[in-house]
């Protein structure tokens, strides 16, 4: 009798030992979750802020110092650009594409010369759960990108 009674308090001590370990399993799977849609808002944000970059540093190298060109023609060396319409073109492609709309900040620097044109770009991501959380802390990570178009007469 005695073996049963152990058997049986054992057994009562046992319980509600796997709905702990339930319960921790999820918890470990939503913070789990929670890390994975940051880090993916992240790597999503800096491949716009990175794509808006490039695209702005191509629409401005498009703006051909047309003046120039026809004055001087082709030469050997690089198209000639006009530097006010360069950056002009430039922020008017980030206007269009709207990649400041889904950073909390974003700050923009072109660069245009006579040859080439840069672009910078700096913001800040918001991250869906980091954000919710800590809303008064800022929530967000910087993510930044630039890129350099240069012109160039292609031989042909």
Partial sequence: MSALTGRLA??????GSVLLLILGLVVL??????????????????????????????AGAQ??????????????????????????????????VGVGERLDWFEVDVEATT?????????VAPLPFVSRLTPGAG???EVAGSATAVTSVVGG
């Fill in 63 to 96: 703006a051909v110092d047309e003046a120039r060109l026809y004055t001087e023609g082709l030469g050997d060396g690089p198209l000639p650009l006009e530097p006010a319409r360069a950056e002009q073109a430039a922020r008017a492609y980030l206007r269009d």
């Fill in 29 to 58: 799977l939503v913070l789990v979750v929670t890390v994975v849609v940051d880090v993916t808002a992240l790597f999503l944000a800096r491949r716009d802020v990175l794509a808006a970059a490039d695209g702005a540093a191509l």
């Fill in 115 to 123: 040859t080439t044109v840069t672009v910078r770009l700096v913001g």
């Fill in 10 to 15: 054992r057994r009562e001590s046992d319980e």
């Fill in 139 to 141: 929530g967000g990570v």
